[in-house]
Structures are given as structure tokens and as C-alpha cells.
């Protein structure tokens, strides 16, 4: 039977929470089907080496979860009606090896959240509240907490500044609905986040890229780009930029502000990805809090899921955001902001990154071990590199040979705005694959491939 060959990690989550989570991928998969009859604990646990007290812990968890039923003196089976709700792994994608998407490496987060619930669960009072209306700029205690949280990662943040939004990607679009009108022209990096170019499109905006260097956009090229074009604003990421990886070293960040200020451009920085190295320079908001719209998040280094990001506004803009929040959506859920806030507050959010981190650096060393260090970008705790492709491989060719090896790159053409051209380089998200074993599958295939570039056609 499939389950008994469960492959168990050494680290990490409890055994029994492994197991039982094991059962659901494979209810969701459909190797188990509704009916079949779980192996004994006895059983299990010899095929696994655990004890039989881990194996009743599994079936207890998998029971509480309400995929498996104990049927008395007739042993356990997977539910009829199971409802593993939560479960999102699409069994369509289970072959590819996936280096696409900027996500957080899978980690446990469930204890964390489940006592932020239970926290929210005892104050009956309070979560009643949650329930309600609230102002579109939120509670004000929540964005007090957020400000502490946010000092304490080296972003001064005022908490009358602060609004919360449902990503970093609706504070962008917050950002281009307030000040931007159709037709209007901004500045990126000549490389940029995709999510942006897409915003700007749907938004009839013409983006007109900007050249940078090692350590991001070029001041001298930003201040031509300014003399060529009536921008409205630039925007910039100026820590583990997307898809580069680029940090901007603090005289850099002074230089573009500086060049800002004399071309009163505004500039909304994107740190998105700010809170993930343990050390970088200043964010840019502290060096020029009127001038610079700040946009962070929490789904890089808590949870995607909780779809929660947040904007720092110069004072005058603050009355237009929350009216083009309200426009939006009236207000950020208060009970999404309720939990963040218990989680930001009480070491949770912190631990997470902590974890985060450290396998980010697990996984770039297990990373570079096949692909090298020649052609990447990367930093020890980014989720994503910057691969050039060797000499040999065409960008289209390797698209579609990677495809058919089942893997999943985001190629150049993706971070260029349309009629740009791309150079042969692919962004490799190494937080993407599900386990540090599929990474190094993954990782290994990917290195055979750029070291066996097709032969070369010639014409005559
Ligand atoms: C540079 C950048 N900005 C914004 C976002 C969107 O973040 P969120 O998930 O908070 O909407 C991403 C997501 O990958 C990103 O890479």
C-alpha cells in the first residue's frame, strides 16, 4: 500500500504531523481512494521505524482533520465524504519541477497560526468587533503594532502613515490608481517586476525602463530618463530587486533620491523583499520619508496567504490612499489585520523569518553546488537568481527544452516592457520546489541542460 513507504524527513515537522500530512497529499492526489483501509499502527509503524504511539498520533491528526475514520474493531479508513478543504497541491502540476514563483519555501507554519486563532478564539468581545465595519484606514492599534514591528526591522515607520492593503501587488495598484491618469508615463529599472508591468498595462501607463548596474538603476540614466519624459513617478526595489537580484548600496539610494528630489519625481520603493536579508542599507523611506511612497508585505516573510501588505504615505497623500482604498474595497478585512497583528506582536512573525532564512541558505547552497556561482546572481536568504545562460543556448531553444524536462523558469522576456529586448538570462525561484530533495532533482536536471546546449544549425 502507498502509505507504507511514506518518505519521512530527518528535520522538521513531528513525525506524526508528517505522516498524517502525507495521508492528505495522498487523498488529494487520489492514491487513497474513500474506502481503503489504512494499514494497522502496528504495521505502519514497522514499515516507517517509528513507534506505534507516532502512527495513533497520525491517525488521531488525520481523524481531527476529517480525513481518515476509526471505525471500532475494524480499523481506520479514509473518510467518504473526506474533506481535506485546505489542501491546495494540484495533482496536474505533481510532475513539474517548479522554479517559477517567488514563494516562500514550504515551512510549518500551522503551530504558529493555530495559537494566533486560539488567541483570537478566547476574546469573544474583541472578535465580535472584527466583525464589523471598520474606518478604510484600519484600527489603529494594528497599525501600531505593525510600526513597532516595522522599527524593529530598520523601517521607520510612523503608524499615522500607515495603511494596510491586500498585498504589496494592491499597493502598487493603490499607488498607479492615486497618482497616475492613463496615458502617463513611469520609470523602472530596465529589468522589473512583472506584476508592475501588468498593472501598468491594465492601466493604459507606458513604462519606460531605466539602466542600472550591479547595484540597481543608474542615477545619471534616471536623470536623463527624467530630461527625455514627463514621468509621474519611478519605481524602484531597491533591496533583492526582482529579477536581479541588485541591492542598492546606501550612496546609491542618496544619489537617485537626490536626483529625485531636483526632478521632484516621486518614488514609490517596492521592499517587498527588504526584511529578508538580516543586513541591508537603510530603506529609502528613511532618507526621504515625504518623498518616498514605501510598499512592504507580509507574504514574503510570514505568509502569501494572509494577503497582507501595506503602504507608507507622505502625510499629503495619506487622504487620497484611503479614499482609493475605500474605492477598492472599502477596508482591509479587520480580522486579517487582527491576526497579523497578534502574530507581528507576539515573536511569531519573527520566528517565521528566522526560518525562512535559514533554509533560503540551506537551499542556495544546495543550489550553486550544481549550478555554480560563474552565471548566478543570488543572495544566501533572496528566493530567486538571476541565471545567464551559457554560450550555445538561445533563450526561446532553452524555454522550450527546460519545458520539456519539466521545468518551470520565468524567462527575461517576462521582466522587459513589451518591444524590449531580453537578454539570454531565466529567474529561478529556489524557494519554489516542495522539498529540498525535489530542489536538487530540479537543480541537477537544470545543470545537465545548460551544460548540453543543442548543436548548432548553420546556413550556407
Ligand atoms: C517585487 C515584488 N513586488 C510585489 C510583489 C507582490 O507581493 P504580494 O504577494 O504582497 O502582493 C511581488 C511578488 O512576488 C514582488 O516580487
Known amino acids: 500500500m502507498t502509505i507504507m513507504n511514506i518518505a519521512l524527513e530527518k528535520s522538521g515537522a513531528p513525525m506524526y504531523r508528517q505522516i498524517a500530512d502525507a495521508i492528505a497529499d495522498k487523498v488529494v492526489s487520489k492514491e487513497l481512494a474513500p474506502g481503503t483501509k489504512l494499514p494497522t499502527h502496528r504495521a505502519l509503524a514497522d514499515a516507517l521505524s517509528v513507534t506505534v504511539g507516532t502512527v495513533t498520533r497520525a491517525y488521531a491528526e488525520a481523524e481531527r482533520r476529517g480525513i481518515v475514520e476509526a471505525k471500532v474493531g475494524a480499523g481506520t479508513y479514509i473518510c467518504e465524504n473526506n474533506r481535506p478543504l485546505w489542501s491546495f497541491s494540484d495533482p496536474d502540476r505533481q510532475d513539474v519541477l517548479s522554479f517559477g ?73 493603490l499607488c498607479l490608481m492615486t497618482l497616475c491618469r492613463a496615458g502617463d508615463t513611469i ?38 530618463a527624467c530630461q527625455q519624459y514627463q514621468a509621474r513617478l519611478v519605481y524602484l526595489t531597491p533591496t533583492l530587486q526582482n529579477p536581479t537580484t541588485a541591492t542598492m548600496s546606501e550612496a546609491r539610494r542618496h544619489a537617485l533620491i537626490e536626483v529625485c528630489e531636483q526632478q521632484q519625481l516621486m518614488i514609490v520603493e517596492d521592499d517587498i523583499n527588504g526584511l529578508l536579508p538580516t543586513e541591508r542599507p537603510s530603506p529609502m523611506v528613511n532618507l526621504a520619508p515625504d518623498n518616498v511612497i514605501y510598499i512592504g508585505g507580509l507574504a514574503k516573510t510570514l505568509a502569501p496567504g494572509l494577503r497582507l501588505g501595506f503602504l507608507h504615505l507622505p502625510e499629503r497623500f495619506y487622504p487620497h490612499f484611503v479614499n482609493a482604498l475605500q474605492n477598492h474595497s472599502w477596508m482591509i478585512s479587520p480580522l486579517l489585520t487582527a491576526m497579523a497583528s497578534i502574530l507581528l506582536e507576539n515573536g511569531a512573525a519573527n520566528q517565521i523569518l528566522e526560518t ?36 550555445g543556448w538561445a533563450l526561446s531553444e532553452f524555454l522550450a527544452a527546460s519545458k520539456t524536462e519539466g521545468l518551470e523558469l520565468k524567462s527575461s522576456e517576462l521582466f522587459v516592457p513589451a518591444g524590449y529586448s531580453a537578454p539570454p538570462k531565466v529567474r529561478i525561484a529556489v524557494s519554489a520546489p516542495p522539498s529540498r530533495e525535489v530542489l536538487e532533482q530540479g537543480c541537477d536536471k537544470l545543470s545537465k541542460l545548460l551544460a548540453n546546449p543543442p548543436l548548432t544549425e548553420f546556413a550556407l
Open 187 to 224: 520609470l523602472t529599472d530596465k529589468f522589473t517586476y512583472p506584476g508592475l508591468l501588468s498593472l501598468a498595462r491594465q492601466l493604459q501607463l507606458t513604462v519606460k525602463p531605466v539602466e542600472m548596474d550591479d547595484e540597481g538603476m543608474l542615477p545619471e540614466s534616471l536623470s536623463a
Open 356 to 391: 525562512i532564512r535559514t533554509e533560503m541558505e540551506t537551499r542556495w547552497e544546495i543550489a550553486t553546488r550544481y549550478l555554480g556561482t560563474d552565471s548566478l546572481r543570488y543572495h544566501p536568504n533572496a528566493f530567486h537568481g538571476w541565471l545567464m545562460l551559457p554560450e
Open 101 to 173: 514563483y517567488n514563494v516562500p519555501p514550504t515551512i510549518n507554519r500551522a503551530d504558529l497560526f493555530a495559537e494566533a486563532l486560539e488567541q483570537l478564539a478566547a476574546h469573544p468581545q474583541e472578535l465580535n468587533s472584527l466583525m464589523l465595519y471598520q474606518p478604510p484606514s484600519g484600527i489603529v492599534r494594528h497599525r501600531e503594532i505593525l510600526a513597532d514591528w516595522l522599527n524593529g526591522h530598520q523601517v521607520n515607520a510612523d503608524p499615522s502613515r500607515l495603511l494596510f492593503c491586500s498585498g504589496a501587488q494592491n499597493a502598487m495598484q
